[in-house]
């Protein structure tokens, strides 16, 4: 495939990883936004209003949720440190989204944690290609699974559907 094809074959999944990011973070897995339900904000971090042992989960999946997105970047071609303001910016998008239709809390916490999954997945990407001195065939193999992480991810949203229907 030509370096052309594979940008364009790359922007594409990194297209449908944003369309299941927001779904999961705007829809919660659902398939209609419950408008204005839950609408606050966060600005201290690290900060809840009620201890609970699920926290931990909640920051460590914001972490993974946002590895693929420095990932992506990098195969992209785009430099680390615009590649992490990107993972920020989707992000406070994302809060902000959240906040203006009321369908979840605007939280300092997320932003930091969904910025540092980006940086993880950029410094994940860098690493690999210092291990991996065949660049072309790191990027085939990461593309590769990346196309089997998003029909995953759509298969589930097709079970999901289902139990929802």
Do not use: C
Not at 91 to 116: K, P
Request: proline content about 2%; charged content about 15%.
């Amino acid at each position: 495939m030509s370096e052309k094809k594979n940008k364009t074959y790359t922007l594409v999944l990194l297209f449908i990883y944003l369309a299941v990011l927001t779904w999961i973070i705007l829809f919660k897995l659902g398939f209609g936004l419950d408008l204005g339900y839950l609408r606050g904000i966060n600005l201290i971090p690290f900060h809840y209003d009620i201890e609970t042992a699920g926290h931990f989960a909640e920051i460590r999946d914001n972490v993974i949720i946002f590895v693929p997105l420095g990932l992506y970047l990098g195969l992209l071609g785009v430099k680390p440190l615009f590649s992490i303001v990107s993972g920020f910016a989707v992000s406070a998008v994302l809060e902000l989204l959240q906040y203006i239709l009321g369908v979840g809390v605007t939280d300092i916490t997320d932003l930091i944690t969904n910025t540092l999954g980006t940086a993880l997945g950029v410094l994940i990407f860098a690493v690999l290609t210092l291990i991996f001195k065949n660049r072309p065939k790191l990027e085939r193999v990461l593309r590769i699974l990346a196309t089997v992480a998003t029909l995953l991810f759509l298969a589930f949203a097709a079970v999901v559907s289902a139990f929802n229907s």
